[in-house]
């Protein structure tokens, strides 16, 4: 299993969020920059479709996604006396003209659907994640208001409902009808 988690509140409109401006003349992808350093920090892409990944130096990717794509980065480091810091995020990528947040090493931000900074509370996002792959969901196509009741249910140390087959058709009904 792969560590991290730990959930702030979601923040205020206005505080830290902002609407992208002329984004159709930008590229119109969200860059997630990836660091390693072996043994020390290890930044990578839980799951998520990637549109494109390039090199960005020695120890650097980046990571790129689509508007309104849904992708977890796992965060970690370490030192010589163990983990110091785990945390998972799980946005949808940046759409032309939304009002986005900002995550670290996310350019330009996207819609955080969950955010955990926590070894213990990220192994429960994990373990969350690994069920939705075992009931043979892609976690890209889990309804996000899924994401955000995980979050805030893990953060408040409560339990959370399962993502089944059930709740993700119900979820795609609901697509289907446009809302």
Same mark, same amino acid.
């Given at each position: 299993? %792969?560590?991290?988690?730990?959930?702030?509140?979601?923040?205020?409109? /206005?505080? #830290?969020?902002?609407?992208?401006? &002329?984004?159709?003349?930008?590229?119109?992808?969200?860059?997630?920059?990836? +660091?390693?350093?072996?043994?020390?920090?290890?930044? *990578?892409?839980? @799951? #998520?479709?990637?549109?494109?990944?390039?090199?960005?130096?020695? &120890? %650097?990717?980046?990571?790129? @996604?689509?508007?309104?794509?849904? @992708?977890?980065?796992?965060? *970690?480091? %370490?030192?010589? @006396?163990?983990?110091?810091?785990?945390?998972?995020?799980?946005?949808?990528?940046?759409?032309?003209?939304?009002?986005?947040?900002?995550?670290?090493?996310?350019?330009? /931000?996207?819609?955080?659907?969950?955010?955990?900074? &926590?070894?213990?509370?990220?192994?429960? +996002?994990?373990?969350?994640? &690994?069920?939705?792959?075992?009931?043979?969901?892609?976690?890209?196509?889990?309804?996000?208001?899924? *994401?955000?009741?995980? #979050?805030?249910? +893990?953060?408040?140390?409560?339990?959370? %409902?399962?993502? #089944?087959?059930?709740?993700?058709?119900? *979820?795609?009904?609901?697509?289907?009808?446009?809302?």
């Amino acid at each position: 299993m %792969r560590a991290l988690a730990g959930s702030p509140p979601v923040p205020p409109p /206005g505080s #830290g969020t902002r609407v992208l401006a &002329d984004r159709a003349s930008a590229s119109a992808l969200t860059e997630v920059e990836l +660091v390693s350093i072996e043994q020390r920090l290890a930044q *990578w892409i839980r @799951f #998520g479709r990637i549109a494109a990944m390039r090199p960005a130096g020695q &120890d %650097r990717h980046i990571a790129s @996604f689509r508007p309104g794509a849904v @992708f977890a980065v796992l965060r *970690w480091s %370490r030192s010589d @006396f163990g983990t110091v810091h785990a945390s998972i995020a799980i946005l949808s990528a940046a759409a032309p003209d939304a009002r986005i947040s900002v995550s670290p090493r996310v350019r330009p /931000g996207g819609d955080i659907l969950l955010h955990v900074d &926590d070894d213990r509370l990220v192994r429960q +996002v994990l373990r969350a994640i &690994d069920d939705i792959e075992a009931a043979r969901i892609d976690p890209c196509d889990v309804a996000p208001d899924h *994401w955000r009741h995980i #979050g805030s249910h +893990v953060a408040a140390g409560l339990p959370f %409902r399962p993502y #089944g087959a059930e709740r993700h058709r119900a *979820w795609q009904q609901r697509q289907a009808l446009g809302s």
